[in-house]
C-alpha cells in the first residue's frame, strides 16, 4: 500500500524558510515522478512541483519559481520542498503526491498535508 | 496559462439524485483532464483520468465525458458518501491548473 507522510510544516515570518519533507514507502520511490500540491485556507487546489524520476525534469509553478527547491533523496525514500523568502500568500496545506503510473501530472496517491503559515 | 472553471460553485441535491458537474478550460486540452474528490480535512482522491477512465476502485456511479474545452463529471444515484468538493486539473499544459472546485452539498 503507498503511504507518503509529509512534515516540516508550522509557522514561519515572512521572509523566512522552511523545508518539507514527505517520506514515501509501499511503492517504488525512484520509479515515479512526484508533485508537491497546495491548498490555501478555504480554496482551491494549486500545483506547486515537480520532478520527474532521476530528476532529469523539474517544474515549478510560477508564483514559487526562485524561491523553492525541489528534491528527492531516493536511497531514502524522501521528497523535499525547500521554501525560502515566504509570503503570506504561501499559508497553505502542502501535499505530497505520487503521479499515475498510467500518466505523468496526474496525482494518483496523496500524503494527508502539512500545514505552513506564514505570519509575523 | 489554462485556466479551469467549475460550475455550478455549489450543487443542493438529495441522495438517490443524479450530479452533474461542468468545468470548462480556457484552450483545449484534447482529453487531459482528471477529477478528484475532496472531503473536508482530507487529502483529494483521484476518480477519473484522461476524461473518462475511472481510477482503481471508483465505483461505476462515477462517469465522466468531454474533449477540448468542455466536460463533464456525472454521479448517478448519489449515496451520502459522495457529499463533498469535487476538483477538476488539466495535464495538457504546464503549468498543471486546478478548477476552484463544485462543492456538493446534501439538499
Known amino acids: 500500500e503507498v503511504h507518503l507522510l509529509e512534515s516540516g510544516g508550522g509557522l514561519v515570518q515572512p521572509g523566512g524558510f522552511l523545508r518539507l519533507s514527505c517520506a514515501a514507502s509501499g511503492f517504488a520511490f525512484g520509479s515515479y515522478a512526484m508533485s508537491w500540491v497546495r491548498q490555501a485556507p478555504g480554496k482551491g487546489l494549486e500545483w506547486v512541483s515537480h520532478?520527474?524520476?532521476?530528476?532529469?525534469?523539474?517544474k515549478y509553478g510560477d508564483s514559487v519559481e526562485g524561491r523553492f527547491t525541489i528534491s528527492r533523496d531516493i536511497p531514502k525514500n524522501i521528497l523535499y520542498l525547500q521554501m525560502t523568502n515566504l509570503r503570506a500568500e504561501d499559508t497553505a496545506v502542502y501535499f505530497c503526491?505520487?503521479?499515475?503510473?498510467?500518466?505523468?501530472?496526474?496525482?494518483?496517491?496523496w500524503g494527508q498535508g502539512t500545514l505552513v503559515t506564514v505570519s509575523s | 496559462e489554462i485556466v479551469m472553471t467549475q460550475s455550478p460553485a455549489t450543487l443542493s441535491l438529495s441522495p438517490g439524485e443524479s450530479a452533474t458537474l461542468s468545468c470548462r478550460a480556457s484552450?483545449?486540452?484534447?482529453?487531459?483532464l482528471a477529477w478528484y474528490q475532496q472531503k473536508p480535512g482530507r487529502a483529494p482522491r483521484l476518480l477519473i483520468y484522461d476524461t473518462s477512465n475511472r481510477a482503481t476502485g471508483i465505483p461505476a456511479r462515477f462517469s465522466a465525458s468531454g474533449s477540448g474545452t468542455d466536460f463533464t463529471l456525472t454521479i448517478s444515484s448519489l449515496e451520502p458518501e459522495d457529499f463533498a468538493v469535487y476538483h477538476c486539473q488539466q495535464r495538457a499544459n504546464w503549468p498543471i491548473t486546478f478548477g476552484q472546485g463544485t462543492r456538493l452539498e446534501i439538499k
Open positions: 520532478i520527474r524520476e532521476s530528476e532529469g525534469r523539474i
Open positions: 484552450q483545449s486540452i484534447s482529453h487531459y
Open positions: 503526491a505520487k503521479e499515475a503510473t498510467f500518466g505523468y501530472h496526474y496525482f494518483e496517491d
